[in-house]
């Protein structure tokens, strides 16, 4: 048995979700044991629910409003487009609607209360994923591939910590067992929901932002899955962002360790936490590319080929904004760096990168473009209001984080050399850095519009030395 995770590019449009079900029709009969899929929401999408679920609490009840006809256009254009009139399209058009009709008494119950807790956060958020599976297997069942679309909140137990739940292993074992085997035995593929789960009580959770990867190997290691595939828009793991060097290679073998060390960084094709529940197994797993199924992608296994190139990684990340909150003297502590962390965690922003100055008395963090309001709104609860002692807070919008991860056996203070070497070259503002504890990783915050110069240069000079290793 073979398991399929399909992400939000993947399923993006309708264009992009017939390619996933000609993929899923070819290989269906080839997977011995049958074929599990998992689908992300359609891109975008998660997004415009948070955003919805903010402007609620917040009272922006128009805003609301554009946000569920886009998202109502935005499903409703696949149904139009592979589905029409027939059965399978009517259905769906009625648990679209039946949907957003949820999420619109949702919204209005946020709004009343004029306050968003991560639960109500995280009910919200799932609405991509409860969408994008019944589509997705309305779409299978019309090409006549025999698909059931299955909500992982009955599958997958986790504990309450909304944003980031943590499974349950043995609960989610027994419930993955008793409900997907038999499916299978059927001749149906199960397209099940990524990125939520509920706890045992059936509250519904999230397991963190790109959280699909993970479910997807949650359920392979609970059903002993052969392998577990993550079709992305890129083929597998690369060198850097082929859409800022079209030259960039893919790391055709990666080790357990090799892999989630890339992701942790923010390698955008593999969720951190994917690796962990395929370790114990021994499972291996496969980044392959769904506009271009032909090409053999990433694999990442216990033991590699001997034989396979090594080679460094850049990894970056654009549509980001920096903020610093710090002190006008020398009263800042690490007490009040805990602060802004803990309050913005709860809140449910994501702080991909931050870096502390004890010399300029302040905090530095990056968080997503989509975020920046909110996170702002939040700090300037805590720290704000102009009373005496409070905090200073400055935004830098437009930044990007480039990190550069070297295999193993590198020379860190080397590879840190060439990086800033390059980005001074190049006169490249620096604007944070943090240095990975394995010693043979740099990030570094730099503005957006000159990420793309900065990784093509240094892709090209850590290309030169391992030409002439």
Known sequence: MIVFKFGGTSVGNPQSIGAVAEIIARHRSG??????VVVSAMAGVTNGLIAAARAAAAGRSAECRDIKATL??????????????????????????DALHELERLLRSIAVLGELTRR?????????????????????CRRGVRAQALSATGLIVTDARFGEAAPQAALTRERLRQAVPPLLGRGIVPVITGYIAATAEGVTTTLGRGGSDYTAAIIGAALAAAEVWIWTDVDGILTADPNLVPGARTLSELTYAEAAELAYFGADVLHPKAIRPLV??????????????????TRIAPRPAPEREVLPALISTEGL???????????????????????????GVDVPMFSQSFSEHRLNLVVRG????????????VFGGGAAGACVIGVRGEVATLSVVGPPGTDGTALTAKAFGALGRRGTPVLAVAQGTTGRSVSICVPEGQLATAVRDLHQELAVEVAHA
């Open 31 to 36: 997977a011995d044991g049958g074929l599990v």
């Open 280 to 297: 114990a197994d021994g499972i291996p797993l496969r980044i392959l590319n769904t506009f271009n199924p032909a090409h053999p992608g």
């Open 370 to 381: 989509p975020d920046q309001a909110h996170a702002l709104d939040v700090l300037e609860r």
């Open 72 to 97: 109502l256009r935005q499903h409703l254009d696949v149904v139009d487009e592979l589905l029409g009139d027939c059965p399978e399209g009517l259905e769906a058009c009625g648990q679209i609607e």
């Open 120 to 140: 109500g956060l995280d009910v919200v958020a799932a609405f991509g994923e409860r969408m994008s599976s019944g589509l997705l297997a309305a779409v299978l």
């Open 321 to 347: 904004a920096m903020i610093a909150v710090g002190t006008p003297d020398d009263s800042w502590t690490l007490q009040l760096a805990a602060r802004a962390l803990q309050h913005l965690s709860e809140a």
